[in-house]
């Protein structure tokens, strides 16, 4: 069981490639996954592709025909240390909603900028939307350093620039590495074509994450459901804290009150059960139901009809004040009202937008929501499970928004 | 919480979310080690049960040891098992070399599934599918929309937030992927683990095992001395050939894969 125990225990990284069209996202991720393909249990890179490393992630026939990432793809390495994910995404702003879907399943980023063209829109507001989405760990790669002549003035002024840009959103950059990613130059080792740069290359950099440990500890378990095929028993994914046999729970928003007599588990249950755990209880008591969030009355979540969260937004079709949606929150669904939208921000230059009834494509606001029935909610930064939610048009994720 | 278990829980939080959303969930099972990893997985989220019923797409070309695998399991898990073959194709002769090898394909498995789609009903069906099994397979959603005519459009596929998984509601039929953050490692530690059965085709035989099972014609077994899951693992973590080397409807031509998937392929 040795070696199965030493795999269980490395530490789990997903790394998404951010930043502009063209500057080198899939091509660093090819690149890095062809140097690592001599790691044991890597398949080998197609020789075939051998230069165009961005084949290695961009496999559909239209991405490779157009030359350009369409969809997020994600994949995956072990080394003896750590598991990593990369994760892709497309750099159009078109495709903002495939690079979202991304971004929202990485724990850190890479944001690569091209040396030849500086920072653009889409660096930007690829950076403005780490911050938002709680992804605060951000290697910078200063790509196609070879149109800059690899000279080091060229890339301190790049790095100035990003690093600006990366403060104005809350950022602070862990590394920012000058890199020519098509010839692997400080991709995994470091280039001697650079040797004015004494920093760590990418996949270094990458090496010295620190994976993020929860702090919030209290009880958080939002029901998914409720099985009454034989005793009932109510199942869902605990987001925060540990439960053991015994433990009292408040029922939110109704406030009933049950406790937990059995932690089922299938062959054998368990007398306990920890954060991220699926599990299924058998409570004496009050039964909740889908949506409603288990807690101890001590440590009660936030429950509020009415309240404001950072939105931005994703469909053609803007949100107007005055509509109706659907608003789902950890494994709440509830009809939802637009109120109220203010303190606009146009996401390309980060300039504030005049005062306005709607939210626009790729606009972000300050979005006053009212529900149908009262939402069970936690500030972002506190649980970001039930601090983040998404709004639906006829079942299709429109907009989504942080809770301050 | 270590890793197996973290990827365990991920996996029964979305078989939990379909079987919540969907009245008429099926799952499909090929009796390969992802899809039996994933029927352990459902046994678990359901204490036991298995409550929707397991469809094997026979194509009448698997391995002996595949059906003698089905049966076996059927019996000990008490599966609602439904076997769903492409009748007419097959008595038309369709097999690999009537015409080629994606006609096959798209006759035997993917009319196979729309025939029974349409004849038993299922909104939603559960697949074994993992990202790092193909690169098109890598840009799958966990909760994927298909089409009336069955078509996955992947250039335009919704967006997925965190773990609110969309439900597009003009969607014909949905598939989700509860495995899709699985690797093929992952799926062999998970297994030895938990002691989840394994079909035979995938241990080795006078040097010889199947690293992806499916028809028989279109397999072709690797040189290996792995007999145990042990030492497949052992061998997976030195090996540096792709899992689906030995699958032939992926070689034969540029992007057969996404071809087969935009029509329904599974």
Redesign the interface.
């Known amino acids: 069981m040795g070696v199965s125990n030493r795999a269980d225990e490395k530490p789990v990284l997903r790394i998404a490639m951010v930043g502009h069209v063209d500057h080198g996202k899939s091509t660093l991720i090819g690149r890095i996954r062809h140097e690592l393909s001599a790691l044991p249990g890597t398949s080998a890179v197609d020789p075939s592709i051998a230069g165009n490393w961005a084949y290695v992630v961009d496999q559909l026939q239209e991405e490779r025909e157009r030359e350009m990432t369409i969809d997020t793809t994600q994949t995956f390495l072990e080394t003896p240390a750590c598991r990593l994910v990369f994760i892709d995404v497309p750099g159009h702003q078109e495709l903002i909603h495939n690079m979202i879907t991304g971004a929202t399943r990485a724990d850190a980023a890479v944001l690569v900028l091209a040396a030849d063209e500086g920072v653009r829109v889409q660096t930007r507001r690829h950076a403005l939307l780490l911050s938002m989405l709680g992804i605060h760990t951000v290697i910078v790669a200063v790509n196609k350093m070879d149109l800059a002549e690899r000279s080091e003035p060229a890339f301190r002024v790049l790095e100035e620039a990003i690093l600006a840009e990366l403060r104005a959103v809350g950022i602070s950059s862990s590394a920012t590495i000058p890199v020519v990613a098509r010839d692997g130059d400080n991709v995994v080792t470091r280039s001697p074509t650079m040797p004015w740069f004494t920093g760590p290359s990418v996949m270094e950099a990458l090496g010295e994450v620190e994976p993020a440990s929860a702090v919030f500890d209290a009880v958080r378990l939002p029901v998914q459901d409720v099985y009454r095929h034989d005793v009932p028993t109510v199942v869902g994914r605990l987001l925060s804290g540990t439960i053991a046999e015994g433990d009292a729970l408040t029922i939110f928003p109704s406030g009933g009150a049950a406790t937990v007599t059995a932690i089922r588990r299938f062959p054998e249950n368990h007398a306990a059960a920890e954060a991220g755990e699926s599990v299924g209880l058998v409570l004496e008591g009050a039964l909740p139901e889908r949506g409603n969030v288990l807690a101890p009355a001590s440590d009660p979540p936030r429950t509020a009809r009415e309240f404001a969260g950072r939105v931005f937004w994703l469909a053609s079709e803007p949100l107007a004040v005055g509509e109706e949606l659907s608003l789902r929150c950890g494994t709440q669904s509830v009809a939802a009202r637009i109120e109220e939208v203010s303190e606009k921000l146009d996401t390309a230059t980060l300039d504030p937008l005049p005062p306005a009834q709607s939210l626009a494509i790729m606009e972000l606001g300050t979005v006053r929501i009212s529900a149908a029935t009262p939402v069970v909610m936690e500030p972002f930064v506190r649980l970001p499970g039930l601090g983040r939610f998404v709004l639906e048009r006829a079942g299709r994720p429109s907009g989504f928004g942080i809770l301050p | ?6 990827m ?3 996996s ?2 979305v078989i ?2 379909a ?2 959303r969907y009245s008429r969930l099926a799952m499909l099972w090929s009796m390969g080690k992802d899809s039996t990893a994933l029927l352990w997985m459902v ?7 298995v ?1 929707f019923p397991v469809i094997h797409i026979d194509t009448s070309y698997k391995f002996p040891e595949i059906y003698a695998f089905r049966d076996r399991l059927a019996k000990e898990f008490d599966l609602d098992l439904r076997v769903a073959r492409n009748e007419d194709a097959l008595a038309g002769g369709m097999g690999p070399t009537k015409i080629d090898k994606f006609a096959c394909c798209n006759a035997l498995k993917t009319n196979a599934l729309k025939q029974a789609i349409a004849k038993m009903g299922f909104e939603a069906l559960l697949l074994g599918i993992r ?2 099994e ?3 397979r ?2 799958e ?1 966990y909760f994927s929309p298909r089409s009336q005519d069955f078509t996955w459009n ?2 335009s ?6 773990d ?1 998984y ?5 969607a014909a039929h949905d598939r989700i992927h509860p495995l899709l ?1 699985m ?1 093929e ?1 992952d799926i062999w ?1 998970y297994v ?2 938990e002691g989840v059965p394994v079909n035979p085709l995938y241990l080795a035989k006078e040097g010889k095992r199947y690293r992806s099972i499916g028809c028989a014609p279109c397999c072709m077994p690797i040189a290996s001395n792995a007999t145990t899951v042990d030492e497949i ?2 061998e ?8 689906r080397a030995g699958r032939a409807q992926d070689k034969e031509a ?2 057969t894969m ?1 071809k087969l998937r935009s029509l329904g392929y599974m």
Do not use: C
């Not at chain 2, 046994?43 to 049960?49: L, M």
């Not at chain 2, 596929?157 to 965190?162: G, N």
């Open positions: 919480m270590d890793y197996l278990s973290r365990e829980s991920d029964i939080y939990r979310e079987f919540n046994r678990r989220a359901f204490f036991g049960r409550p990202r790092d193909h690169g098109v890598a840009k959603r992947v250039g596929q919704p967006p997925e937030l965190w609110l969309a439900s597009v509601d003009e953050h690797t490692l530690r030895r683990r693992i052992a997976l973590e030195a090996s540096h050939e792709p899992e540029a992007f996404q």
